[in-house]
């Protein structure tokens, strides 16, 4: 695993090339480094109302077993209200602090994954996606979570360029 400072200066080396074609695999390895998974997706949201909305994963670091998504429609729970309106990292360290909220909970466990961390992105006001991380339970301390938030910014320069992003976006506002 690289360091925090030499991942975050491959994520700006690869940003400053003509040779990518999508920045999230850089953001992969970014959060890999400096916060640590098992798995990590990237979702979009295309919302409608204040926990109204669909959502669909564009990202994965296994499309094995947790594959790409096309657009679901978002369930309100608590993981909405506390995700989508009012905006904070979901953090649970055990699948029984998740199950409630999260359909597959027992997919995810069956992966060896009982612990979550779901960083909200917003960009200009408005709730775009979120960067999720997973790994076994009890994983995501509070440190590990500062250092999530701090990676939004690269996070917002993925979702902004990289074209699975872009066109889930597009689509969605022409839908």
Request: with cysteine.
């Amino acid at each position: 695993m690289l360091d925090e400072t030499t991942a975050l200066q491959r994520f700006d080396a690869v940003i400053r090339t003509d040779k990518w074609t999508s920045l999230f695999p850089a953001l992969d390895e970014l959060c890999q480094a400096s916060i640590g998974h098992r798995l990590f997706s990237c979702s979009v949201f295309q919302m409608n109302g204040p926990e109204s909305g669909l959502a669909s994963r564009i990202y994965t670091s296994d499309p094995e077993n947790y594959p790409l998504s096309s657009l679901k429609t978002i369930v309100p729970n608590r993981w909405t209200d506390q995700v989508i309106v009012r905006r904070e990292t979901f953090v649970a360290n055990s699948v029984d602090g998740f199950a409630d909220v999260f359909p597959d909970h027992a997919f995810i466990a069956s992966l060896g994954l009982g612990s979550v961390i779901n960083l909200p992105l917003i960009f200009r006001g408005n709730f775009i996606g979120t960067v999720n991380m997973l790994h076994e339970a009890g994983y995501y301390t509070e440190e590990r979570v500062e250092r999530a938030k701090q990676l939004a910014i690269p996070a917002l320069l993925a979702f902004e360029v990289s074209p699975e992003a872009t066109v889930q976006a597009s689509q969605e506002r022409s839908g």
